[in-house]
């Protein structure tokens, strides 16, 4: 079968443009019948070293320091928007000014605010778009889905979520820009709760109204080295930086049916290491699903009298395209390339696909009423951000 090429370029060459470089190469392995071919054609790092070594790295056509040739180059098709938040506002009009279709990782700016300015220039310009929020396919996140449509839980009454990740839990861990409200916005309300609420909707539907609360529980971390290492890095004991966003955030929602749910994240806890997950209850059962543990699913019914693990296998969906075997482990890199190749289909259907930039706006309504309770002590109703 010919396919059709399409050129993807690629801004932000750290951890995360790494791997959706990767994704891109894996996707067309991974699902061959696919109508288009991702090509790889240029690449784009502030620090230019880091963008050469990508380019030889992943076989980019070229590499370069300034994100505007990618957006201008006639062969771009795609502008992959892997780059700090600061930057997300500036890329992504540029692109959808340039009639550039958009891949953006999550939160979609540094604020709710931004991402319905992205949002709006990406629908008046007709560009199709697509977010990084990985986690929704996951095999068994997935197979889940699948139950709840099914009617498998009854009616759903409840719904926690939440997203604990000890990235920060050490003190010395470096002032990235992600602890820096100037150019990541919000700390884990964007980081994480993003993906949290993403999930929420997406099983469960729209949240209607929040109220919760944020805390910043270490404010002072080491100076990160520009260019070097990660949000993970640990510094020494050289200068410190004021942190200027929030550590923690939590919230109660109502969703609408009624259901009710509390959703919970935090970048500096004890014990979890990157523990995203729900549980989610009906009249008739519940469903349990644990990040670090994603290769399993625990489901409980009243006839079963408890919680029945289930493991991942080729009977749920996407897992045959990475391993024959049932109990044979996937991984979250393996869930980046499930995400390319989604949004590659959509771009040869020319269809917008889920999640886009409407369900990025989706979840900045919901953030920004989490917000805004911070302030008011009070619930706040989910509203309209254009």
Not at 80 to 109: R, W
Not at 110 to 117: C, D, G, K, L
Not at 264 to 284: D, K, L, N, W, Y
Request: charged content about 20%.
């Amino acid at each position: 079968m010919t396919k059709t090429k399409v050129g993807i370029g690629v801004i932000g060459m750290g951890w995360m443009g790494a791997v959706h470089s990767h994704a891109y190469k894996q996707a067309a392995h991974r699902f061959p019948e696919g109508a288009l071919e991702p090509e790889l054609v240029l690449c784009a790092d502030e620090v230019e070293e880091r963008a050469k070594e990508a380019q030889v790295r992943f076989g980019f056509a070229a590499s370069t320091g300034d994100w505007r040739r990618v957006v201008a180059d006639p062969r771009v098709q795609v502008v992959d928007i892997a780059a700090p938040n600061h930057l997300h506002l500036e890329i992504a009009l540029a692109a959808a000014a340039a009639g550039k279709h958009i891949f953006c990782e999550k939160p979609v700016g540094r604020s709710p605010q931004e991402t319905a300015q992205i949002a709006r220039a990406a629908r008046q310009a007709g560009v199709l778009s697509w977010v990084g929020y990985n986690y929704r396919w996951a095999p068994l996140v997935q197979h889940s889905l699948a139950l709840i449509r099914a009617g498998k839980l009854g009616r759903l009454t409840h719904y926690r979520g939440r997203f604990f990740a000890g990235y920060a839990s050490n003190p010395k861990g470096v002032l990235s820009w992600r602890f820096q409200r100037e150019q990541a916005g919000s700390g884990v309300l964007g980081d994480l709760m993003s993906h949290v609420v993403d999930m929420a909707q997406m099983l469960v539907g729209p949240i209607q109204s929040a109220v919760g609360n944020g805390e910043c529980f270490i404010p002072q971390r080491p100076l990160a080295i520009p260019g070097k290492g990660t949000h993970f890095s640990v510094g020494g004991d050289g200068p410190l930086g004021e942190v200027s966003n929030e550590d923690y955030a939590g919230a109660l929602v109502r969703f609408s049916g009624p259901v009710h749910g509390s959703l919970e994240v935090c970048r500096v806890i004890q014990g979890p290491q990157c523990q995203m997950a729900f549980e989610v209850h009906g009249t008739e059962g519940a469903l349990r699903w644990d990040f670090e543990r994603m290769n399993e699913l625990e489901f409980y019914t009243p006839q079963a009298g408890g919680y029945t693990r289930i493991l991942g296998g080729p009977e749920h969906p996407f897992h045959a395209r990475f391993n024959p075997g049932p109990g044979v482990g996937m991984g979250y890199e393996d869930l980046k390339t499930i995400e390319a190749q989604q949004f590659l289909e959509s771009l040869a259907l020319k269809q917008q696909g889920q999640p886009g930039l409407d369900e990025a706006l989706a979840v900045a309504r919901v953030l920004a009423a989490m917000e805004r309770s911070w302030e008011t002590r009070s619930w706040e109703e989910v509203r309209a951000l254009e």
